[in-house]
């Protein structure tokens, strides 16, 4: 693995010419323009930012230090088949832009959980809200610091919690005193050394085993094939194709993480734009980060490279392969990959307590107020994260993943109540809640079981347990939907009024916004973009069929 030893001088100026970079972006997206003043500037960046840096945005979030060191981990272990998500996510990312956007963008929403209270009932709002700020807490927030722990420690032979404190204090800065407008175009910026250190050690990698052709021919077709037997552990077709977009549909379209990006557009076109262009930048990680693990397994295949274990793959080509400075554009790219995503949750979680908590116990509160609480919140949720970090020790591996999955088993009734809520105007806030919490029990239900599942014989309990969690999210969606769908006809439909702009079967409704026009144009060219974006996709999935 790589480590301190393996950085020069060079790296470590790299490394600090990043810092310094992205520090720079901060500040002169934020004192650009006033965007602290008010609500809208601080969530959502004044409601004006362009489509090329919500794209980008919305990639770069994605995109962990974790994430990035396991889509290269489990290439090495099992070749391609993982990059079937990210893949997945350049059609659900359409499916944001064509299908939720306009709902999104007309109601003049700040959150999802608004979207619901809007659509269903304050009670709905409540659920999700509650919901997501303790998932970012326990989940998304202490992954991300750390893995920039293990990222200061294992390639920069920095102390662990040095590591985790620089980076949350440097992230937090920017995020505390930018808003939403300071994370976009930091975004943006590390969007392009993600890009940049993930194509030098593939590149670098492919010229190491002899090309694109004999690493195919040393790791076999089975390691380049997308598609996996139903009887696949961790990766079978059925799953892929039937149950991962449903949680894909819950995290790209309706998780304020992502949704808030899309929020800050200043019209319906430019947000579909946005969306599409993170669906051509979705289909990259294919090739510059689960290759990369490939390249590892080759290469210890050959014996020019030993792994002690797959997650190892990615620090280890950079320490054996990279020259110098390279290994300093990579860590630079971890980096960017751990701070983008740590920005996106901070400022995430700070709306929901802002808008979804704080203004509805305090509605008459002014728009410093807001301001004010959303960058307390951020300070809070700094130092929870943190606070998080010292009981991760008593956690076993294999807990921490299941900790992990609990989004995987919440995210079916909020796909259902999201996705057939646009579509049937008769589903109503009765069987919103019914779907919601019953999902929720049944989703918990599993996770408690899945840890105690050495306990349970061999019945029907085990088989549940022991269902992979694919086709679980798949029969859990459902029966969410049928409990969804009887609880609205067997109790009084919504009013018609609430309704109108929520719905497609109701009449369309846009709330005005001062000086912004909602509609926007290209449409056409956005048609065009998604038909390339298809045919580029369908090539890939083609090509990578084993």
């Known amino acids: 693995m790589s480590s301190a030893g393996s950085l020069v001088p060079i790296d470590w100026a790299i490394i600090a010419a990043y810092f310094v970079a992205v520090f720079a972006v901060a500040i002169w997206s934020t004192w650009r323009e006033h965007t602290r003043e008010t609500s809208a500037g601080y969530f959502l960046a004044g409601r004006h930012t362009g489509w090329f840096v919500i794209g980008a945005s919305l990639f770069a979030s994605n995109i962990g230090s974790e994430h990035l060191v396991g889509l290269a981990g489990t290439g090495a272990a099992s070749g391609v088949a993982v990059g079937q998500f990210e893949i997945l996510a350049s059609f659900l990312l359409l499916l944001l832009g064509w299908v939720f956007v306009p709902f999104y963008i007309r109601s003049g929403v700040y959150t999802m959980p608004e979207f619901l209270e809007r659509r269903y009932s304050p009670a709905a709002r409540w659920y999700l809200a509650v919901v997501s700020i303790v998932g970012y807490v326990l989940t998304k927030i202490s992954v991300s610091i750390y893995a920039g722990g293990v990222v200061f420690e294992s390639l920069m032979g920095i102390n662990f919690w040095t590591g985790a404190i620089v980076v949350v204090i440097a992230t937090g800065i920017y995020t505390v005193f930018g808003g939403l407008r300071a994370v976009l175009y930091t975004d943006m910026f590390q969007m392009f050394v993600l890009v940049a250190g993930g194509v030098a050690v593939t590149v670098i990698g492919l010229d190491k085993v002899g090309g694109w052709d004999a690493l195919h021919q040393t790791v076999g077709s089975d390691f380049f094939s997308l598609w996996k037997p139903i009887t696949d552990p961790n990766f079978p077709w059925t799953g892929i194709v039937f149950g991962a977009p449903i949680i894909g549909a819950w995290y790209w379209c309706t998780d304020q993480f992502i949704v808030q990006r899309v929020l800050s557009a200043p019209n319906v076109e430019q947000a579909r734009r946005g969306a599409i262009f993170a669906g051509f930048l979705k289909v990259i990680p294919l090739f510059i980060f689960v290759i990369p693990g490939v390249i590892a397994y080759a290469l210890t295949k050959s014996g ?15 320490g054996a392969l990279l020259p110098v400075g390279m290994r300093g554009l990579v860590v630079g790219g971890l980096l960017a990959a751990l701070m983008s995503s740590l920005s996106s949750v901070f400022n995430s979680c700070s709306t929901l307590v802002t808008l979804d908590v704080y203004k509805k116990l305090h509605p008459t509160a002014s728009e410093r107020q807001l301001v004010w609480v959303g960058q307390l919140a951020t300070v809070v949720m700094v130092a929870l994260g943190l606070a998080w970090i010292p009981f991760m020790k008593y956690i076993s591996g294999q807990l921490y993943q299941y900790l992990q999955s609990v989004q995987a088993y919440i995210a079916p009734p909020i796909a259902a109540v999201f996705l057939l809520g646009i579509f049937f105007k008769r589903l109503n806030a009765a069987g919103a809640m019914a779907s919601m919490l019953s999902g929720f029990v049944l989703g918990m239900g599993r996770l408690a079981l899945e840890l105690n599942k050495g306990a349970l014989g061999d019945g029907i309990l085990f ?21 969804l769908v009887l609880v609205s006809l067997a109790t009084r439909p919504l009013p018609e009024e609430q309704l109108r702009g929520l719905t497609f079967q109701t009449k369309r409704e846009t709330v005005a916004i001062e000086g912004i026009e909602l509609e926007g144009k290209g449409h056409g060219t956005n048609l065009v ?16 069929r084993g």
Request: glycine share 6%; hydrophobic share 60%.
């Open 463 to 483: 088989r549940f347990a022991d269902m992979n969690f694919l086709h679980f999210s798949l029969c859990l969606f459902g029966v969410c939907v049928l409990i």
């Open 304 to 318: 020019q490279l030993t792994l002690d274990k797959p997650d190892q793959a990615l620090p280890t080509l950079v």
């Open 529 to 544: 973009l998604t038909g390339i974006l298809l045919v580029i996709v369908f090539g890939v999935l083609l090509y990578f």
